[in-house]
């Protein structure tokens, strides 16, 4: 079983966070992109249009800003690079994992293990 989260903010204030857990998952990577994927369709839903996401997978973040195609993550890259040109503007960036402390603080509360996490940080939400 895998735990991840994410959460939503802008400079100022914290718009959203959420965590999921899912059987099966092939791999930390996979986890991690699922993560993605999960906030991107959680920024989708809130109206934002322009954001950067954050995660600390350097691997993955390389994929998606050099649109390296990696078998491990296929079907799922596919998708969050899919969902991301829905967006005004997308950026993905690397993120330290120092900063990751809240999420595996929660993560083990919930799954008894360290969690996955994405972050949306630099938002903007139509008429915010």
């Known amino acids: 079983m895998a735990g991840f989260g994410w959460t939503i903010s802008t400079?100022?204030?914290?718009?959203g966070q959420g965590?999921?857990?899912?059987?099966?998952?092939?791999?930390?990577f996979m986890a991690?992109?699922?993560?993605?994927?999960?906030?991107l369709q959680r920024a989708e839903e809130m109206n934002i249009t322009t954001l950067t996401l954050a995660s600390d997978s350097q691997k993955l973040i390389k994929?998606?800003?050099?649109?390296?195609?990696?078998?491990?993550?296929?079907?799922?890259?596919?998708?969050i690079l899919d969902l991301s040109s829905t967006f005004i503007s997308c950026i993905f960036r690397l993120h330290s994992k120092k900063s990751?402390?809240?999420c595996r603080c929660f993560g083990k509360s919930c799954f008894e293990k360290p969690c996955n996490r994405a972050g949306l940080v630099g938002l903007m939400k139509n008429g915010l």
């Open 11 to 15: 400079a100022e204030t914290k718009l």
């Open 19 to 28: 965590f999921a857990a899912a059987e099966k998952v092939r791999s930390p």
């Open 100 to 102: 990751q402390q809240g």
């Open 63 to 79: 994929a998606l800003n050099q649109d390296i195609h990696l078998m491990e993550i296929h079907g799922i890259q596919h998708d």
């Open 32 to 39: 991690e992109a699922m993560a993605v994927f999960q906030t």
